[in-house]
């Protein structure tokens, strides 16, 4: 057992002494130090630059945000290399449109025509300064109003400035759906003079009558109920169904249009995978025979 110093006298006394033997006075008590032992935390090295896996954290979180900046830096500069391309596309378009405008000033028309319809589905394109027209499809132009106000409806006049036979182009002036006037190049094929436009529009009118009759014909026909069912079917098929043909390739649906349901559904399995048999009674061929996925392979 160790001494200590009396904290009055300054004589030593044993170390768990109550009252000193000197001077008798009380020796206070020894401070009590709870020692809490401080509990470990499994993540720090985690994050410790001194273990090798927090090493390797850091390491994984530094790639993590170098990618996200990297791949937030290439979309940005992808999207506005494509709005600086359309930017560009539409300044050349306005300015051909512009230069278009003013070329026929002063200018008197040839003749006057009237439009059928947009050939090859190539909308009238207006020129370019040195004269020439541009070969691109506004229908699929990004800018679509562009494509709305280069897009002119059959039967609407137009006045003819030009005419390029080796190429088959006519410069002409023309109203767009807006009521706008519009100067472009067209198609010389979708031109027609009043006489042969009405003589065509009598004929297309004539032709859409009879489209029309057929249809409904169709329509209110045994193919044409099937059909209107299964579109997927197409009208060569639903005509074979409502002339009661089989033949080996069909589905059992077809045959259900045919006939409603079987009479009998009976699997079985030799090893090779299910089998069906599909009976009707009453009718000639009565079974017929198929896997899961309903196509008819054979029948008697």
Sequence with gaps: MSNIKCPFCAEEVLSD????????????????????????????????????????????????????????????????????????????IASKIKFTTEYINGKQP??????????????????????TYSEFDLANYENKEYADEYFVDSGVKADVYEEDTVNNKSLIKTTNRDNTKIVAWIESDALMTNKEYTNQKQKDDIESAKIGREDAEWDNSRAGRICNKHPEWGHSTCDRLANNEIWIGMSLDMLKSERGNPSSANPSNYGTGRSWQWCWSGYTPMCFYGADDGIINSYN
């Design 17 to 92: 002494a109550i009252i000193c033997k000197h001077c008798k006075s009380q020796i206070p008590p020894k401070p009590v130090v709870n020692k809490i032992k401080e509990k470990s935390n499994p993540f720090k090295m985690w994050f410790s630059l001194k273990s090798p896996l927090g090493i390797l954290v850091w390491l994984t979180i530094t790639m993590m945000f170098i990618g996200i900046i990297s791949t937030t830096f290439l979309q940005s500069q992808q999207e506005q290399s494509q709005k600086q391309s359309i930017a560009k596309r539409q300044a050349d």
């Design 110 to 131: 040839i003749k006057e025509m009237v439009i059928y319809s947009i050939i090859n589905n190539k909308f009238i394109n207006p020129i370019g300064p040195d004269n």
